[in-house]
């Protein structure tokens, strides 16, 4: 198996970039993908192969690979990004992984 | 409306069992790979297990082999997770996945929102 490592926590004030990081070996075979969840809800895809953007997700979110790091950035914060994100990556062996989540406070 | 809802939960002794089932709707789910993922309160999601779109491959957490089977019924598109021999460390919330359809890419395209099973005396 593998795994993913995230920051526990970043906070910016509204407006403001603000960056989550994944790092894993797997990465730099494997494509990330980002899931931010909300209290009480289901995760929701906001970045598929590391940086393609699903549809109805707002353009403020983006995502980059460099070798074993991958970055989930929210260009201009808003309140309601406030979340919980999670990076998560697998393999053709079935072997299916997530990061620990990092909370996103903007405040 | 696409969308996929979990029930089944509640709280359960140690050692004992409980079905999960997830509802599949605006889809048919005979055409997607389908998953468990559990969340323990407060901490992060942690996948559970996967199976195919006809039933005849599965795979398992090592946290769970052994315990937990995955099913499915194509023709009530409605997918299960049978848990056995149930211990402390897998209460959590469990939420059903859908698989994005397609090759050389691994990611969930829908969750449901999930149901919280607790294991406890």
């Known amino acids: 198996s593998y795994e993913l490592t995230q920051p526990p926590s970043v906070s910016v004030s509204p407006g403001q970039t603000a960056r989550i990081t994944c790092s894993g070996d797997v990465l730099s075979k494997q494509h990330a993908y980002w899931y931010q969840q909300k209290p009480g809800q289901a995760p929701v895809l906001v970045i598929y192969k590391d940086s393609e953007r699903p549809s109805g997700i707002p353009e403020r979110f983006s995502g980059s690979s460099s070798g074993t790091i991958v970055t989930l950035t929210i260009s201009g914060a808003q309140a309601e990004d406030e979340a919980d994100y999670y990076c998560q990556s697998a393999d053709s062996s079935g072997t299916w992984v997530f990061g620990g989540g990092t909370k996103l406070t903007v405040l | 409306e696409v969308q996929l809802v979990a029930s089944g939960g509640g709280l359960v002794q140690p050692g004992g069992s409980l079905r999960l089932s997830c509802a599949a709707s605006?889809?048919?789910?005979?055409?997607?790979?389908m998953h468990w993922v559990r969340q323990a309160p407060g901490k992060g999601l942690v996948w559970v297990s996967r199976?195919?779109?006809?039933?005849?491959?599965?795979t398992y957490a090592d946290s769970v082999k052994g315990r937990f089977t995955i099913s499915r019924d194509n023709a009530k598109n409605t997918l299960y997770l049978q848990m056995n021999s149930l211990r402390a460390e897998d209460t959590a919330v469990y939420h059903c996945?859908?698989?994005?359809?397609?090759?050389?890419?691994?990611?969930?395209?829908?969750w449901g929102r999930g149901t919280l099973v607790t294991v406890s005396s």
């Open positions: 996945a859908r698989e994005a359809p397609g090759t050389g890419d691994w990611y969930f395209d829908l």
């Open positions: 605006g889809f048919t789910l005979s055409n997607y790979w």
């Open positions: 199976m195919n779109s006809d039933g005849s491959s599965r």
